[in-house]
């Protein structure tokens, strides 16, 4: 079968300081996998990754898989912040992802072996009190098991504050 394929799916997010709800601008968003692919805010925090495809041939076979996107954020004025996009593989459509990413001014120093444990924890509270209830179990930040950590101990405080928080919000 000759069909097109999308290697990058299109991204519309939005920096979002996270005390205040205001845009960030001049944000960097860039993928940790292929640093290439970068955008950066604009005045009213948003940032758009085009999409990428190609025309080709596929051996029609059953079976598809969920490939996960880790998207670096970065500004001067703020800690380093995270998000992750997921696209259905193989990709024969386009499949926008819209994440906000909010970041934030005072974070815990990361340990090199974990470094988005500290921001994970501020961002799991925050979704806590920026998130639609009716949506959370859908709309919830993405659990630790996606980011790097190579701290045993530390990857399960993030785990455990992870679980509890999105407890919380659904009951």
């Given at each position: 079968?000759?069909?097109?394929e999308?290697?990058?799916?299109?991204?519309?997010g939005?920096?979002?300081d996270?005390e205040?709800?205001?845009?960030v601008?001049?944000?960097?968003?860039?993928?940790?996998?292929?640093?290439?692919?970068?955008?950066?805010?604009?005045?009213n925090?948003?940032f758009?990754?085009?999409?990428?495809?190609?025309?080709?041939f596929?051996?029609l076979?059953?079976?598809?898989?969920?490939?996960?996107?880790?998207?670096?954020?970065?500004?001067?004025?703020?800690a380093?912040?995270v998000?992750?996009t997921?696209?259905?593989?193989?990709?024969?459509t386009?499949?926008?992802?819209?994440?906000?990413?909010?970041?934030?001014?005072?974070v815990d120093?990361?340990?090199d072996?974990?470094?988005?444990?500290p921001?994970?924890?501020?961002?799991?509270?925050?979704?806590?009190?920026h998130?639609?209830?009716?949506?959370?179990?859908y709309?919830?930040p993405?659990?630790?098991?996606?980011?790097?950590c190579?701290?045993?101990?530390?990857r399960?405080?993030?785990?455990e504050?992870?679980?509890?928080?999105?407890?919380?919000?659904?009951?």
């Amino acid at each position: 079968m000759i069909t097109r394929e999308w290697d990058v799916q299109p991204v519309l997010g939005q920096v979002v300081d996270g005390e205040t709800g205001e845009p960030v601008n001049g944000a960097r968003i860039v993928n940790s996998a292929n640093p290439q692919l970068s955008a950066e805010s604009d005045g009213n925090g948003e940032f758009f990754i085009e999409a990428e495809s190609k025309i080709r041939f596929h051996l029609l076979m059953f079976g598809s898989f969920i490939d996960r996107q880790v998207w670096q954020v970065s500004h001067d004025a703020y800690a380093n912040g995270v998000t992750l996009t997921s696209t259905h593989r193989p990709a024969f459509t386009e499949q926008l992802s819209e994440p906000v990413v909010p970041l934030f001014k005072n974070v815990d120093q990361a340990p090199d072996s974990c470094p988005f444990g500290p921001y994970l924890l501020r961002l799991y509270d925050w979704a806590l009190h920026h998130r639609d209830p009716r949506l959370v179990a859908y709309d919830f930040p993405p659990a630790p098991s996606y980011f790097p950590c190579e701290d045993e101990g530390y990857r399960g405080e993030l785990s455990e504050a992870y679980y509890h928080r999105l407890w919380e919000a659904v009951y």
